[in-house]
């Protein structure tokens, strides 16, 4: 029973402080997604600060294109303050107004933090700036609303994921686990044509674990059952790496596996200041506000899924049918 006591405070603690941003704010026009025919009506129906070209808006349209099932709508404050509304009503600010250092955005970012830097999927032609981590920041209260506020129920949510010769579990929330198994199918046949590549996957270094990043009180990405790390042995990690040539590792760093992740939401610890080159992580709002940036402006593309429950693993109760999700090369 005591063993239980530090897991259960964890749990009560990550909780109160996820639901402490969404209170003490004067609620004001909330905007429904359900109340617009597309995406896009209803993102123009919302008067953004800056206008269509704003941050904002691009930064709303991944989010909402990313997570269509669990970003419900948007709140303007009558202090003109945007807050993302998530399908169980909790608000989530955008921009806080805090002027923060990097280490601050880390430790208590909003929305618009966690979408600042643009990770910029393909070939690494040069070394990342420093603190240049798109990724890293990350609100837990957004991911936990996703996939999950308890361990208990994050692990209700996941399902053993075939991969590569390995059952891994993985978060049916979110599309994570349906774009898992796409990455699975395209590492499975790049492995058969060319199985010297196997040594920078296997042994699988880890995927669902319910703790804090290292050194830290910042719940990992491991924690929802969202990220995955490959073969630790290949994959240099910056607390680690004492000796370690970053630049050169990611070079040598077969880019067919990480194109594979990419290809389907993922993105890869290998292109952040503070290097993770074995650690691969669900996040497809920051492939959509790469998309967003690099193209001219698009209608949203995101709609409601409405999935079948055709199969017996697809049909557990409280389960979602994860779509199928994908950037276009």
Known sequence: MMEKVPRLLMNAVLVLCCFLPSLGHAEGRVYSLKDYKDGAAFLESIPLPGGRDSRARRDLTALFSAYPDHCAGIELSEENRLYVVMNKGRRLVYEDGKGKSFREKLEDPDLQDMLEQEYRPGPVEEDPPEDFDPGR?????????????TRDEVVGNCLET????????????????????????????????????AKHVRPLGGSFSWRWIDGTRRLSPHAFAAALDLNPARGAYWRWGTGTDPGEARRRYPREI????????????????????????????????????????????????RQSRASNEQSRPGKETPGSWKIED
């Not at 978060?171 to 198994?181: I, P």
């Not at 492995?191 to 010297?196: E, I, S």
């Not at 691969?280 to 709002?285: I, S």
Request: proline share 9%; no cysteine; hydrophobic share 45%.
């Open 137 to 149: 920041i990350r609100v837990t209260a957004f991911f936990q609303a996703v996939y999950g506020e």
């Open 162 to 197: 075939p991969f590569l010769g390995e059952r891994v579990p993985f978060n049916v929330r979110g599309g994570a686990r349906d774009a898992l198994r796409k990455v699975d199918e395209e590492l499975s046949a790049l492995l058969r044509a060319n199985p010297p590549l």
């Open 258 to 305: 990480v194109r594979a992740f990419e290809k389907h939401g993922f993105i890869w610890g290998g292109k952040w200041y503070h290097y993770d080159l074995m650690h691969f992580e669900f996040r497809p709002e920051l492939l959509f506000s790469h998309r967003i940036s690099a193209e001219a402006p698009k209608p949203a593309p995101w709609a409601p899924r």
